[in-house]
């Protein structure tokens, strides 16, 4: 039912997973890092650049893609660190990465997270061709409670506005397990953070597709029992009837952690990694510099 899958959106991966077990199976030297970067003054306001080994980093003339990924955790957990092993699986796909940290519920709540979302991206913006990257072909990502703020990001000009940030600093959006039309006042943990909005229409994604959205690929688990596929099938529904780019997939006998957990070394779900991959680089299709050995 509607009512039970949106129960907790967001949980918390270090909650459901063994993360340092799985962080310590990530192969050494896979990647480059750089570390506790800062994008605003507040101390988590911090993020870290996974980049691919020098010997897959091609030409200066060719940047590379960039993804920003958004991790979740009911906004009102998780940290930037935990997420190594989605850092070194898009470093290995030829993708700058970018995982940010954001402030949580209670020191803040909704849209504060979500401007800090936006503050990173304009980081993005101005400073990742320094790391390989290229600014002019970025890419929002995110699992569960972030892929609610990437999707803000993505279809909101209001939730850009702080930041200063157009809306075609975005090229494509990639969504794994989002919750996009939820009631966040239908349960307990999420009243805590979008309880106090005079509308809560504000806070739910699906509101602001219209025809201009970036190309979004969705992706849910027909198993997933804590953020319902309805979610992502409803937002195909929206981007459909506004005629804006997209693509929705469903992967049985997944459930929610196990849709970001299948894009790790130790877990790979080589199906999953190519839909991501493929339509990542087919933003780009036109562009030969997005077109490098994976692994």
Known sequence: M????????GLALSGCAPIDLLNALVPGGSYGLTTDVAYGE???????????????????QGRRIVVVFFYGGSWQGGARGDYRFIGEALAGQGF?????????HPEVRFPE?????????????????????????VVV???????????MVALDPAARAPAGLDADAIKGFVGLAGPYSFDPLEFRSTRRVFGHLADVQAA?????????????????GGDDS?????????????????????????????????IVLGLSSPFRNAVLMADVNG??????????????SVR
């Open 96 to 104: 700058v990465t970018v995982i940010p940290d954001y402030r949580l």
């Open 2 to 9: 509607r009512t039970a899958a949106a129960a907790g959106a």
């Open 42 to 60: 507040a101390s988590r306001q911090r993020l870290d650049i996974y980049t691919p080994p020098p010997a897959e980093a091609g030409p200066a």
């Open 141 to 151: 990502m995110g699992h569960s409670a972030g892929a609610h703020i990437a999707a």
């Open 279 to 292: 339509f990542v680089r087919g933003l780009f299709a036109d562009d030969a510099a997005a077109t490098v």
């Open 204 to 220: 739910r994604p699906i509101n602001f597709v219209t025809a201009a959205a970036p190309p979004m690929l969705l992706l849910h």
């Open 113 to 137: 997270f979500v401007h800090d979302a936006a503050r990173a991206i304009a980081w993005v913006r101005r400073n990742i061709a320094a790391h390989g990257g290229d600014p002019l072909r």
């Open 226 to 258: 804590t953020v319902g596929p309805y979610n992502s099938a409803d937002m195909a529904a929206a981007l459909a009837r506004a005629g804006a780019p997209h693509v929705h997939k469903v992967y049985p006998d997944m459930a929610h952690i196990g």
